[in-house]
């Protein structure tokens, strides 16, 4: 009998060890995500958005919101795994930490929270280039990208090679895209003589005019003018950020520059202004001055006309703001006043009889046709291409952003920058120190 129940109290002790063996399987976790088969499949907070869209042309249309599009597909901006997360509406309407003293400063881990604006990098390079860009990009990643994972766009007038695509789109954290720019945007107008063309280079070569003989540099700033924000790709997007291969970021960038641009109404940015060299735009003046006659509707009120002109609009003073570095609107350089004002510059061929630079067009342009209001200096964003840089003013500022620029080497107050013109005509404060940084 004794014997008996021992045997049944086994029993029972087997059956509730086998229960309780089943419960823990069926509702062990792996740091908190159930261990379903989706899960597995999917990767514990698996994001979609730096997949990478290696196709050609605009065949691989681009995503307008790589954030928008990991967010949709179930996971969250800003949410560190085992964190919980914070419903994209509270995200998106997440404020902007533009100083140390906003919340959210010191939080440069993670995906950025925030929306994401309809934006994307760009930039026109050769295959030769791309030891030289994969530079540029991975400092872009480092101090700004990899936390709000931008697309970029690279437009070629050739097809891109294997190695490029294979390099860039390893070191970029947004979707890549690569494009071929159309014949008819690199190569000569039928309205353009090509002997007198010739001689203007052959003549550029013997005066020593740098890349005055080239013929491709002539195509490349001809685009940058006029073609890229339309190529198919770029209708994809609003806003663009400009890189060129071998360029330096000096400090973090802590908040998203397009968002600052979509908020604040600005339509074109900067962050160093100098003047051109006048032998390569003799005419481009007098090409804009026929312009605004023609076209006085397009000129804006409130224009920055004191940034080029000192003597109210009769001649240039050759200020410009440095293309090779730009944020700026999409739409803007889509709509009518800028595509005049492009036509009628390529009408008069000056980018071929002369060297006329996307530098000086963008930036008259910008200056005419916007309010000064919507042209921003990033003081911010901590810049070098050869030969100049622009490291911010102010110690705090540079050790608040973890620069590691030669204050030395800031250009914005030295003889031969812009940007202090730019700063008297928007009744701009110059920032503290400015004086010691004048020679
Ligand atoms: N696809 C293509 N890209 C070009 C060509 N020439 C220049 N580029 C690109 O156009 C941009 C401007 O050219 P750069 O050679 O940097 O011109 P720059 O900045 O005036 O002169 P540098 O001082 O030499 O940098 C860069 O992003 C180049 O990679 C070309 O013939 N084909
Ligand atoms: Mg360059």
Redesign the pocket.
């Known amino acids: 009998m004794a014997a008996g129940s021992a045997r049944i109290v086994r029993y029972i002790l087997l059956a509730f060890f086998f229960f309780a063996v089943v419960y823990f399987v069926s509702h062990s976790s792996y740091d908190g995500v159930p261990l379903t088969t989706d899960s597995l499949r999917a990767g514990k907070g698996s994001t979609t958005s730096s997949e990478k869209d290696t196709s050609s042309g605009s065949k691989g249309a681009a995503s307008k919101d790589a954030g928008k599009s990991s967010s949709s597909s179930g996971t969250s901006f800003g949410s560190s795994p085992g964190t919980p997360s914070t419903s994209h509406q509270d995200l998106a309407e997440a404020p902007m930490a533009l100083t140390p003293a906003d919340a959210g400063w010191d939080n440069l881990l993670g995906t950025a929270p925030g929306p994401r604006m309809n934006a994307t990098f760009v ?4 295959n030769s ?1 791309v030891w030289e860009i994969a530079r540029s990009i991975r400092q872009v990643e480092d101090r700004f990208n990899r936390r709000y994972n931008y697309d970029w766009v690279f437009l ?2 050739k097809p891109f090679d294997a190695t490029f695509k294979k390099v860039t789109s390893s070191l970029v954290s947004g979707k890549t895209h690569y494009g071929e720019i159309p014949k008819e945007h690199w190569s000569f107008p039928e309205w353009i003589d090509q002997d007198k063309a010739k001689k203007v280079r052959e003549d550029m070569a013997q005066r020593k005019i740098i890349y005055g003989d080239s013929v ?2 002539r ?2 700033c001809r685009y940058e003018s006029g073609f890229f924000f339309r190529h198919p790709i770029m209708n994809n997007y609003e806003w663009y950020w400009r890189v ?2 071998s360029v330096e970021l000096f400090c973090d960038v802590h908040y998203d520059p397009f968002r600052f641009m979509a908020e604040n109404k600005k339509k074109y940015s900067f962050v160093l202004s100098l003047y051109e060299y006048v032998e390569t735009i003799p005419t481009l003046w007098d090409s804009t001055k026929k312009f605004m006659k023609n076209h006085p509707e397009h000129i804006a009120e409130g224009n920055s006309m004191g940034f080029l002109s000192d003597d109210g609009g009769d001649s240039y003073n050759h200020c410009h703001f440095w293309s ?1 570095f730009e944020v700026g609107n999409l739409n803007w350089l889509r709509s009518q006043p800028y595509i005049d004002y492009f036509e009628a510059l390529d009408k008069d061929g000056g980018f071929f009889y002369e060297r006329w630079g996307d530098a000086p067009v963008h930036s008259i342009a910008a200056s005419l046709l916007l309010k000064k209001e919507e042209i921003h200096f990033f003081n911010d964003i901590a810049y070098y ?2 030969p100049f840089t622009h490291c911010p003013t102010g110690e705090k500022v540079r050790t608040d952003l973890r620069c590691h620029c030669n204050p030395k080497d800031n250009f914005d107050w030295k003889g031969y920058s812009c940007t202090s013109r730019y700063f008297e005509i928007n009744g701009l404060e110059k920032p503290e120190g400015y004086e010691n940084q004048q020679d």
């Open positions: 930039t026109l390079a050769r280039d070629n007038d491709s540099y195509h490349m060129e291969p090779n291409h050869v």
